[in-house]
T-cell receptor, first 113, second 114 residues
Framework: AQSVAQPEDQVNVAEGNPLTVKCTYS??????LFWYVQYPNRGLQFLLK??????LVKGSYGFEAEFNKSQTSFHLKKPSALVSDSALYFC???????????FGRGTSLIVHP | NAGVTQTPKFQVLKTGQSMTLQCAQD?????MSWYRQDPGMGLRLIHY???????DQGEVPNGYNVSRSTTEDFPLRLLSAAPSQTSVYFC?????????????FGAGTRLSVL
């Protein structure tokens, strides 16, 4: 069984401040973890993924995510938020060999000028 | 590359009507899937396919049919629309579902059932 949780429906941050969007997972075996972003009236776009290796994964638009096995977390981070980062963010995960990723419920990130 | 193309972008139906949501991809991906997105519910998997001629049910398959006669196309059929099917529908495709599993999403179809 696999599940992904995003505990925050909404995150508010001021422009220029660091941001964190949280994700925890429950996946059997070695997890494959992903972050996607959805801008208004658009489909989801891939941001970054963790398959194996370094716990800090760097992705598009200056985003990065830290894989923490002991805490079963994969939080999305960015050192300095932009207003244009405002969007809906989805965490997804699956176990090795599975075809079907499980998505979290999404977190709305609002960056205030 | 066009990527994943969904048509129509918007649709209004009356209860009981049927329709087909079209999805096409030009990346030669084997894996395709349909999701619905509802407020507070995130993405829920309706049906998926791991190749031409192979389909399977996801989390919320009731009221929907799919077929996969070609690698490129994966249409979603609503048999008898109900207001509970008002949602935004996304089609996605992937080249390697087992490992890399980066999914490419279409722009979505916004469906209202009155």
């Amino acid at each position: 069984a696999q599940s992904v949780a995003q505990p925050e429906d909404q995150v508010n941050v001021a422009e220029g401040n660091p941001l964190t969007v949280k994700c925890t997972y429950s996946v059997s075996g070695n997890p494959y973890l992903f972050w996607y972003v959805q801008y208004p009236n658009r489909g989801l776009q891939f941001l970054l993924k963790y398959i194996t290796g370094d716990n800090l994964v760097k992705g598009s638009y200056g985003f990065e995510a830290e894989f923490n096995k002991s805490q079963t977390s994969f939080h999305l981070k960015k050192p300095s938020a932009l207003v244009s980062d405002s969007a809906l963010y989805f965490c997804a995960g699956l176990s090795g060999g599975s075809y079907i990723p499980t998505f979290g419920r999404g977190t709305s990130l609002i960056v205030h000028p | 590359n066009a990527g994943v193309t969904q048509t129509p972008k918007f649709q209004v139906l009356k209860t009981g009507q049927s329709m087909t949501l079209q999805c096409a991809q030009d990346m030669n991906h084997e894996y395709m899937s349909w999701y619905r997105q509802d407020p507070g519910m995130g993405l829920r998997l309706i049906h998926y396919s791991v190749g031409a001629g192979i389909t399977d049910q996801g989390e919320v398959p009731n009221g929907y049919n799919v077929s996969r006669s070609t690698t490129e196309d994966f249409p979603l059929r609503l048999l008898s629309a109900a207001p509970s099917q008002t949602s935004v529908y996304f089609c996605a495709s992937s080249s390697d579902p087992g490992r890399q599993n980066i999914q490419y999403f279409g722009a979505g179809t916004r469906l209202s059932v009155l």
